[in-house]
C-alpha cells in the first residue's frame, strides 16, 4: 500500500473503506450521463465506478491549452443524486505540498535553514527511542529521510479504527507523541521513507518561525495569491464540508458496506493532510507551482532534487523531492504530483512541464491495490493520452 494514503494504519489495504447505507463496496453505482461519453478521460472515469465499484469519481484535466472537468457515478448513495463537477473534497497528503511551500518560502525569507535540525526550531520535542530531533535537519523532514516512525502506525491500527475515530480531535503535539513511542526507523538520511509526522513537525516549525497558525500560512502564502477560491484549511473542531458536494464512503473491508464519513474531523491530517479543494484548485496549485510561481529559483531547485522512493506507489517508478514526487509516465518522460487520502476521498494527481496536468478524485478509499492502481493509471492516461 502507498505511503502517501493518509491515514491508512500499516494493517493493510483493506483497511481502506465502509457504509451505514448497506450498499457493498463491490457494487457500482450507475455512471453518470455525460455529454463527453466519447472521450477517453471519461470512460476511465466510468470505468472506476462499473468495473472498480467507486461511488463516484470526478477529473480536472488540462490538455492542448484547454480544461476539461469530469464526473461519473453518483455523489449520494442514498438520494443517487449526481456529482456537482469540481466540486469540493479532502485532498489528505496534498497539503504536504502546500506545507513544504510555506517552508520554502521561510527559507527563501532567511528565516529557516534547510540544513538546520529540528532542535533549533522545536527544542525538547523530538525525543525517545532512538528519535532525535538534534540529529534530524529540516530537509530531511520535508523529504521523508528523517526515519521518524509514522503516527498513523499507532492510532490507526484496526480498519475499523478509519470509522470509529473519524470524529476524533487529534492536537498536532498528540500526534507526534504518539509517533514518538515508536522506535525509529533508520538512522536520519539513510534511507526514504513516508511518514506523516515528518510534516506535522515540518507544520510546527512554521509555526514556531511566524508565531501564526499554519492554516493561516498556507492561506496566506499560497491559497490566496493563487486564488483558489475552493480550497481552504478547516478551523478547528470543524467536521462539515460546505456547499453542493459528493459525500465521501469507507469501508472497512473488501465487499462491506460504504460508510457516510463526509463528516469527520481532519486534524489527524494537520499539516499532513487537512486541506479541503477542489481537482480544478489542485490542478492550478501544481501548475503554478511548477511554473515557478510559488518558491525563488534556489528553493525551486532544493524542491525538485530527489530521491529514489520506493513504495510511494505500489506500481510505476517514483522519486521524492521536498514535498513533491517525481513519477516516470509510461508514454515516457516525467510528471511531478503528490496525491492524498482521507476518510471518504482519494486524490491522484501529476502536471508536466510542457502544459499537461491531471486531477483525479474518487469519493472513497480503495479496499484492495486493483482500486488503488486503477486511479493511478487513469491520472497516467489522462497525461499520455493528451501528448501534444
Request: proline residues 7%; hydrophobic residues 40%; contains cysteine.
Amino acid at each position: 500500500m502507498t505511503r502517501r494514503t493518509f491515514p491508512v494504519a500499516a494493517a493493510a489495504v483493506a483497511l481502506l473503506t465502509a457504509t451505514a447505507l448497506g450498499v457493498p463496496a463491490a457494487s457500482a453505482a450507475p455512471a453518470n450521463p455525460d455529454t463527453h461519453r466519447s472521450d477517453a478521460v471519461q470512460q476511465r472515469l466510468d470505468r472506476l465506478v462499473a468495473e472498480h465499484g467507486f461511488p463516484g469519481a470526478l477529473a480536472s484535466v488540462r490538455a492542448d491549452g484547454r480544461v476539461r472537468d469530469y464526473t461519473a457515478g453518483v455523489g449520494d448513495l442514498r438520494t443517487g443524486a449526481g456529482i456537482p463537477r469540481d466540486a469540493r473534497v479532502r485532498i489528505g497528503s496534498n497539503t504536504k505540498t502546500f506545507t513544504a511551500v510555506a517552508v520554502l518560502q521561510l527559507v527563501g525569507e532567511g528565516r529557516v535553514d534547510l540544513d538546520a535540525t529540528v532542535e533549533r526550531y522545536l527544542p525538547g520535542v523530538v525525543r525517545g527511542n532512538g528519535n532525535d530531533g538534534r540529529r534530524i535537519t529540516v530537509r530531511q523532514l520535508l523529504q521523508q529521510t528523517s526515519g521518524l516512525p509514522d503516527y498513523d502506525d499507532v492510532l490507526f491500527t484496526q480498519p475499523q479504527d478509519l470509522v470509529d475515530r473519524a470524529h476524533a480531535y487529534l492536537d498536532p503535539h498528540r500526534l507526534v507523541a504518539a509517533a514518538l513511542t515508536r522506535s525509529r526507523s533508520f538512522p536520519p538520511g539513510d534511507r526514504w521513507e513516508y511518514s506523516n509526522t515528518n510534516y506535522v513537525l515540518a507544520g510546527l516549525i512554521v509555526e514556531r518561525v511566524t508565531e501564526r497558525p499554519i492554516g493561516e500560512e498556507i492561506t496566506r502564502r499560497v491559497i490566496e495569491p493563487l486564488r483558489l477560491h475552493d480550497t481552504y484549511w478547516p478551523h478547528a473542531g470543524e467536521q462539515d464540508l460546505p456547499g453542493r458536494l459528493p459525500r465521501g464512503y469507507v469501508a472497512v473491508a473488501p465487499g462491506a458496506p460504504w460508510v457516510d464519513v463526509t463528516r469527520m474531523d481532519p486534524s489527524l491530517g494537520w499539516a499532513a493532510g487537512q486541506l479541503v479543494s477542489t481537482p480544478g484548485d489542485l490542478r492550478t496549485f501544481f501548475e503554478s507551482l511548477l511554473a515557478g510561481k510559488l518558491l525563488k529559483p534556489a528553493q525551486q531547485a532544493a524542491m525538485t532534487r530527489t530521491v529514489a522512493a520506493p513504495g510511494f506507489e505500489p506500481s510505476g517508478v517514483w522519486e521524492y523531492g521536498l514535498g513533491i514526487a517525481r513519477h516516470r509516465l509510461p508514454c515516457g518522460g516525467d510528471a511531478w504530483g503528490h496525491g492524498g487520502d482521507i476518510q471518504g476521498f482519494e486524490t491522484r494527481n501529476l502536471s508536466t512541464t510542457d502544459g499537461r496536468s491531471a486531477v483525479v478524485a474518487v469519493t472513497a478509499l480503495p479496499t484492495g491495490l486493483d482500486m488503488l492502481e486503477a486511479v493511478t493509471s487513469t491520472v497516467d492516461a489522462a497525461l499520455c493520452g493528451t501528448r501534444r
